[in-house]
C-alpha cells in the first residue's frame, strides 16, 4: 500500500510539471527554500516592477476622489487619472467649512452629502439651540429624528410632571373610594337579604341569577304632600312666574280635593277665610273655588246656594285686594282670577231643588259680584253684560215694578261706572240718573242708613262725571 501511494504522488508531480513547468511546493517542503528561490530572481524582472510601483503612486497623486462613493469602488481602474487625493489637512478644512445643520445622520450614505455649504455645530450651540426650542406638544413616543425637535417647542417642566402626577393621584383615589362604596352596599344588601326570610314557593331554577337590589340604591319614594305644602308651593310658582310648576301644583290639589279623603265643603271654606284674613290672597282664592265646588255635593240646596254666592263675594273682594297690592298680584289676578268667579256662576246654577224666590236673589247677587270682578280687571264690557243679565232677571220677575227694589238700582249704577270707564259719558250720567230714582223708590232696604249711603255714592259718581265731561 506504502508503494502504491509514493507512486500515484510521484505520477501528480510529473503531470503538473509538464504543464506548467515546475512542481508546486509541497508541504514538506522548508520555507526558507521558498525565500531564497524568490531572491535569486531576475534584476531585470526587479527594476520593472520598481518602475511600474513609482507609476502606481504618481497616478494616484494626480487623480481626484472627492466625489467618489467608497463603497461603490470595485477596482484601481475606478480611480481614474483626473481625480487627486485629498490630505487630513484639506479634509478637516472641507468639513469646517461644511453645514450639517440640516442634515439628518440616519439618510446618509456617503461622503458626498456633506455638501460644502453646510458647516459643522459645536456642543455649546446644540445646547443653546436646545435650550431655546419648545418641545411641551411633542409625542416623544412619535420621534424619529432630530428634525422633530422643531424650534418653537420646549421640554415639559417638573412642575407641569408633578401637576399631572397630583391629577392622576386625585382621579386614583376617587376611584378607591367608589369601589369601597360599592362594596359596603353589596355587604349590606346581603346582611338584609340573610336577615329577611320569606316563604315563598320554589321558583324554577334559571341560568341567569336574579342579583339583589341593594337598600341604599333603590328609589326613594316621594312623601305625600299634603293641602297646606301644595299651596306653600303654589303661592311661591305664582309669585316667581313658574307657570309650568303652578299648574302641576294645582293638579295634584285637585286630585286631592276628588279624592276618598277630600275635606268636607265647610272645612275648606273655614281655611279659606283664614287665609283671607292673614292676607293670602292667592291660596284664599284657590280654596274659594273649590269651596263652592264641593259645596254642590256636599250641602243641602239652599245651603249650597247660600254659600257658593258667599263665595264669589268673597272672591270678588280677594280680587280687589290683589288689585289694591299691585303688581304682580295684579298680573295673577288677571290671569285667573274671572274665571274662576265665571266658574262659581256655574256651580250655583248647577244647583237644583232651591226655591225660585231664594234662587232668583242668589243668582242675582252673583251676577252683580261678577260684573263686579271684570270691571276692577278693567272687562267693561264684559261687566255690562253681566249686570244687563241680573237686571234682565228683575224686569222679567217684577216687571214694571223693578225700579222699586234697591238692588235693581245697585245694578243700574254698577253699569253706569263700566260706561265711565269706556268714555261713555252720555250712558254713564243716564244710568246714574236711572239708579238715583231706584233708590228712592225702593222700600226693601236691609238695614237704616242704607238708603242713603247708596244715594250719596250715586250722586258723587254723577258729580264727577259731569266736570270730566265740561273738561273734554
Keep these: 500500500m506504502a508503494c502504491k501511494q509514493e507512486n500515484q504522488k510521484s505520477g501528480t508531480k510529473n503531470k503538473y510539471e509538464k504543464k506548467f513547468g515546475s512542481a508546486p511546493h509541497s508541504e514538506y517542503e522548508d520555507p526558507n527554500q521558498l525565500k531564497e528561490g524568490a531572491s535569486n530572481s531576475k ?223 265647610a272645612e275648606v271654606t273655614e281655611i279659606a277665610d283664614k287665609y283671607f284674613d292673614n292676607s293670602s290672597y292667592i291660596k284664599a282664592a284657590v280654596l274659594l273655588s273649590w269651596a263652592a265646588e264641593l259645596h254642590v255635593s256636599d250641602s243641602d240646596p239652599d245651603t249650597a246656594g247660600h254659600e257658593i254666592s258667599s263665595c264669589a263675594y268673597k272672591y270678588d273682594q280677594v280680587i280687589r285686594h290683589m288689585k289694591d297690592i299691585g303688581g304682580r298680584m295684579h298680573t295673577i289676578a288677571e290671569d285667573f282670577g274671572v274665571n274662576i268667579i265665571l266658574k262659581m256662576l256655574g256651580n250655583l246654577r248647577d244647583v237644583t231643588s232651591v226655591n225660585a224666590e231664594v234662587m232668583f236673589e242668589y243668582e242675582t247677587w252673583t251676577l252683580s259680584n261678577v260684573g263686579v270682578s271684570h270691571s276692577r280687571l278693567n272687562h267693561n264690557l264684559d261687566s255690562i253684560t253681566y249686570f244687563r243679565e241680573g237686571m234682565d232677571l228683575f224686569e222679567r220677575k217684577y216687571k214694571s215694578s223693578a225700579m222699586e227694589h234697591y238692588f235693581y238700582g245697585q245694578l243700574l249704577h254698577n253699569t253706569g261706572v263700566a260706561h265711565s270707564h269706556l268714555g261713555n259719558y252720555a250712558e254713564a250720567e243716564k244710568h246714574f240718573l236711572d239708579a238715583l230714582k231706584s233708590y228712592n223708590a225702593s222700600n226693601d232696604w236691609e238695614y237704616e242708613g242704607q238708603k242713603g249711603s247708596e244715594i250719596t255714592k250715586t250722586e258723587e259718581r254723577l258729580n264727577l262725571l259731569r266736570q270730566r265731561s265740561k273738561d273734554k
Design 43 to 265: 534584476p531585470d524582472d526587479q527594476n520593472r516592477q520598481a518602475q511600474y510601483a513609482q507609476e502606481n503612486r504618481s497616478d494616484y497623486e494626480d487623480r481626484d476622489f472627492s466625489t467618489i462613493n467608497i463603497a461603490q469602488l470595485t477596482s484601481y481602474e475606478d480611480f481614474s487619472p483626473d481625480r487627486r487625493t485629498t490630505s487630513s489637512e484639506e479634509k478637516r478644512n472641507d468639513y469646517k467649512d461644511r453645514n450639517f445643520s440640516t442634515i439628518n445622520i440616519a439618510q446618509l450614505t456617503s461622503y458626498e452629502d456633506f455638501s460644502p455649504d453646510r458647516r459643522a455645530t459645536s456642543s455649546e450651540e446644540k445646547r443653546k439651540e436646545y435650550k431655546d426650542r419648545d418641545f411641551s406638544t411633542i409625542n416623544i413616543a412619535h420621534l424619529t429624528s432630530y428634525e422633530d425637535f422643531s424650534p418653537d417647542r420646549r421640554a415639559t417642566s417638573s412642575e407641569d410632571i408633578r401637576e399631572i402626577d397630583k391629577i392622576l393621584f386625585e382621579r386614583m383615589t376617587m376611584l378607591e373610594k367608589r369601589m369601597k362604596t360599592l362594596e359596603n352596599r353589596q355587604d349590606a344588601a346581603k346582611g338584609v337579604n340573610s336577615e329577611t326570610k320569606i316563604s315563598e314557593p320554589k321558583k324554577a331554577e334559571s341560568k341567569v341569577k336574579d342579583t339583589p337590589t341593594p337598600d341604599a340604591i333603590k328609589p326613594i319614594k316621594r312623601k305625600e304632600r299634603t293641602l297646606q305644602s301644595l299651596l306653600d308651593e303654589l303661592d311661591n310658582c305664582f309669585m316667581t312666574g313658574r307657570k309650568s310648576k303652578a299648574n302641576f301644583c294645582l293638579s295634584e290639589i285637585k286630585k286631592l280635593m276628588t279624592s276618598s279623603t277630600r275635606p268636607k265643603a
